[in-house]
């Protein structure tokens, strides 16, 4: 049986992958920044409130957009001269 896949015409309607509910690479760099502050700095509480906050406005801003996280990586990295 060969594996058929459907590319939708949309964007939209495209299914992310998430983890925790974020995309995956935020979601990845989220948890190395909890584990580096909780492991190696020994700051459990701050470890805590880094993931409480990253993970809250994670979702928050993929709520709505699922691709939003690539506009904002997209701003951030072309600079405002080059952009069309």
């Known amino acids: ?3 058929l896949r ?4 949309n964007r939209a309607l495209v299914r992310r992958q998430h983890l ?3 995309p995956s690479g935020y979601a990845a760099l989220l ?3 909890v584990l580096f502050l909780t492991l190696s700095l020994k700051y459990v509480g701050a470890g805590l409130y880094v993931l409480a906050v990253g993970w809250g ?3 928050l801003v993929s709520y709505y957009d699922p691709f939003a996280f690539e506009i904002v ?3 951030l ?3 405002r001269r080059l952009r069309a």
């Not at 459907?6 to 015409?9: A, D, K, L, Y």
């Open 1 to 3: 049986m060969s594996d």
């Open 6 to 9: 459907v590319i939708p015409e």
């Open 20 to 22: 925790l509910g974020l």
């Open 31 to 33: 948890i190395m920044a």
């Open 57 to 59: 406005l994670g979702r």
């Open 73 to 75: 990586a997209r701003n």
């Open 77 to 79: 990295r072309v600079p």
